[in-house]
Structures are given as structure tokens and as C-alpha cells.
């Protein structure tokens, strides 16, 4: 089988099951750090892929073929918005032509500073969909007007594992797809606060960040990104601002989750969004 982009066989498990047996004691966070360490399980910056492991090994789980010690706390997920401080509306809505903020600035928000902070206060309260924690690469953007107010606001994780229109147009087969996956990323959130009411300012943001993600993402995990995806929500949005900032719609989902193994959970269908950041993202993408 193959999860998390690695391709584990029959002795891969039973090692994987030696290794717990081994160390009861320690706790989840513990042992994906030693399995990333004793599979030197590392990204292009030589940083430990945990999350990735932590992921890998609750997947097992659910497969049967491990068992994980007892959680020591909650999930953090289930708590994730419930103590994170709104951010104050100004008391005159922003709503100036977008040539009176300009420039702006878009900087990345660090984990830990004082914009990350503002990052999940503007998501948790203002996006429908709320926070989230990120696992695996990501970065989260804040941008900012020429008068320092916060505008806009976005987050870049892991693409999604698979997506038939996507990997169509890509030309994508199972294997090259899970060897390259890292070199796409999906803009999983993307927020102007509702007291910002500024004709184009969505569309001139994506662009923005667009021209440059490839070398934040290169500074950050030690290699680029050619293409963007985004999934839009058909009920509420029409995908303007993608479109406007030259995304291309590729199709639509089928209304199933990645965890839908039984065909049984049905979820809104999204349009499908792409954008190439290089001439040659295909072959960049399908790359051996």
C-alpha cells in the first residue's frame, strides 16, 4: 500500500508493530518523531516529516493494521476555534478604490508571531469554514494596505490526494501523482474580512501571492511548487476572483471526501481551480 506518499509492505508493518511493541511508554507525538527518525524521513529542507508519520500511523490504525497507544489528550482539532480572539471591525468599513491602498503588502505569517495569531483570528470568525491546524507543508499569507490595516488573508497546504479532473488535466497517472504531489499546493482558505468592500481587491491579492509562492515555498521546505489548486463551494461562491486572477475551472468534485471509502457521505460539489506558475507545469508535475 502506499500512504503519505511512502510504500510500505508486509515488513514494513510488522516493523512499524515491532517498534510500538518496543516503546510502550511513548506517546503519539513521541513516536512519529523516532519513526521519522529511524526511516530518516526527512523533506527537501532536512526537516523531520512527523506530521506526515503521525498521519501514516493513524491511518494504519484505522486500517487494522496497528494499534496506537491511548490519545493522552483531546484532539486539538475538536478545540481548535473555541479560544482564538475575534479581530475588531474597524469602525468605518474599508472601502476605498483599490488605488487609494496600494501597495500592499503580503507577508507570511510565522507560527508563533503576533500576524499568525491575527491569521486565525480573521479565519476562526470571519470564514465560514473556520481556522484550521495545518498539517504537513503550508504557508499562511497576510496582507496588509499601504495603511497597515489587514485586508486579506490566505492559507496553502497539502494538495489534495487525488482529484480525477485534476490529474486529467495534469495527465497524471497513480504513481507519478503520489511522487509528485509536493509540488502542488491547494489555497484551502481565503478570506476578505467582510468589513473590506473593494472591487478587485480579491482577484489582485491571488495575483500577488501567485508571482511569489514558488520562491517562499523553496525558502521554507527546500523546493518549489508549480501549480495552485482550490476547491469553491457551488452553493455559496462563483469562483469571480479565481477566474479574474486567471485560474482555470477544470470541472467539478463528485460531492464525496477523501474518507468516503463506502460511497455513503455526500458533501457539496466544488469547481475545480488551477493555476500554473510556470510554462512547463506539466512536465514539471509529471516529472520522473
Same mark, same amino acid.
Given at each position: 500500500? =502506499?500512504?503519505?506518499?511512502?510504500?510500505?509492505?508486509?515488513?514494513?508493518?510488522?516493523?512499524?508493530?515491532?517498534?510500538?511493541?518496543?516503546?510502550?511508554?511513548?506517546?503519539?507525538?513521541?513516536?512519529?518523531?523516532?519513526?521519522?527518525?529511524?526511516?530518516?524521513?526527512?523533506?527537501?529542507?532536512?526537516?523531520?516529516?512527523?506530521?506526515?508519520?503521525?498521519?501514516?500511523?493513524?491511518?494504519?490504525?484505522?486500517?487494522?493494521?496497528?494499534a496506537l497507544p491511548?490519545?493522552?489528550?483531546?484532539?486539538?482539532? $475538536?478545540?481548535?476555534?473555541?479560544?482564538?480572539?475575534?479581530?475588531?471591525?474597524?469602525?468605518?468599513?474599508?472601502?476605498?478604490?483599490?488605488?487609494?491602498?496600494?501597495?500592499?503588502? =503580503?507577508?507570511?505569517?510565522?507560527?508563533?508571531?503576533?500576524? $499568525?495569531?491575527?491569521?486565525?483570528?480573521?479565519?476562526?470568525?470571519?470564514?465560514?469554514?473556520?481556522?484550521?491546524?495545518?498539517?504537513?507543508?503550508?504557508?499562511?499569507?497576510?496582507?496588509?494596505? #499601504?495603511?497597515?490595516? &489587514? =485586508?486579506?488573508? $490566505?492559507?496553502?497546504?497539502?494538495a489534495a490526494w487525488?482529484?480525477?479532473d485534476r490529474d486529467?488535466?495534469?495527465?497524471?497517472?497513480?504513481?507519478?501523482?503520489?511522487?509528485?504531489?509536493?509540488?502542488?499546493?491547494?489555497?484551502?482558505?481565503?478570506?476578505?474580512?467582510?468589513?473590506?468592500?473593494?472591487?478587485?481587491? $480579491?482577484?489582485?491579492?491571488?495575483?500577488?501571492?501567485?508571482? +511569489?509562492?514558488?520562491?517562499?515555498?523553496?525558502?521554507? *521546505?527546500?523546493? &518549489?511548487?508549480?501549480?495552485?489548486?482550490?476547491? =469553491?463551494?457551488?452553493?455559496?461562491?462563483?469562483?469571480?476572483?479565481?477566474?479574474?486572477?486567471?485560474?482555470?475551472?477544470?470541472?467539478?468534485?463528485?460531492? +464525496?471526501?477523501?474518507?468516503? #471509502?463506502?460511497?455513503?457521505?455526500?458533501?457539496?460539489?466544488?469547481?475545480? *481551480?488551477?493555476?500554473?506558475?510556470? &510554462?512547463?507545469?506539466?512536465?514539471?508535475?509529471?516529472?520522473?
Open positions: 500500500m =502506499v500512504m503519505q506518499g511512502r510504500e510500505l509492505n508486509t515488513s514494513d508493518i510488522e516493523g512499524i508493530c515491532g517498534f510500538l511493541q518496543a516503546h510502550p511508554e511513548w506517546n503519539r507525538t513521541r513516536l512519529s518523531r523516532e519513526l521519522c527518525e529511524l526511516w530518516d524521513w526527512r523533506n527537501a529542507a532536512g526537516r523531520l516529516k512527523d506530521m506526515a508519520a503521525r498521519t501514516l500511523l493513524l491511518k494504519l490504525e484505522r486500517a487494522g493494521c496497528i491511548a490519545r493522552q489528550r483531546p484532539s486539538a482539532n $475538536a478545540r481548535r476555534n473555541l479560544h482564538i480572539a475575534p479581530v475588531l471591525a474597524p469602525e468605518e468599513p474599508i472601502s476605498s478604490p483599490l488605488r487609494e491602498l496600494q501597495p500592499l503588502a =503580503v507577508s507570511i505569517a510565522k507560527p508563533g508571531t503576533p500576524d $499568525a495569531r491575527l491569521v486565525q483570528g480573521l479565519l476562526a470568525h470571519e470564514h465560514y469554514l473556520g481556522a484550521r491546524n495545518s498539517v504537513g507543508e503550508n504557508l499562511r499569507y497576510l496582507v496588509r494596505d #499601504r495603511f497597515g490595516r &489587514p =485586508v486579506a488573508c $490566505a492559507l496553502f497546504g497539502s487525488k482529484c480525477a486529467a488535466f495534469i495527465g497524471w497517472d497513480r504513481t507519478i501523482r503520489e511522487r509528485n504531489l509536493q509540488h502542488l499546493t491547494n489555497n484551502t482558505r481565503f478570506l476578505i474580512p467582510r468589513w473590506v468592500r473593494v472591487p478587485h481587491l $480579491a482577484s489582485h491579492v491571488l495575483g500577488l501571492i501567485a508571482r +511569489r509562492i514558488r520562491a517562499d515555498w523553496q525558502e521554507k *521546505y527546500g523546493h &518549489p511548487v508549480h501549480a495552485l489548486e482550490t476547491f =469553491v463551494e457551488r452553493s455559496r461562491f462563483q469562483g469571480t476572483c479565481y477566474r479574474a486572477a486567471n485560474w482555470q475551472r477544470l470541472g467539478k468534485t463528485c460531492g +464525496r471526501t477523501r474518507n468516503d #471509502r463506502n460511497n455513503t457521505i455526500r458533501v457539496g460539489i466544488k469547481d475545480v *481551480y488551477l493555476h500554473a506558475l510556470t &510554462p512547463d507545469f506539466r512536465k514539471e508535475l509529471c516529472a520522473p
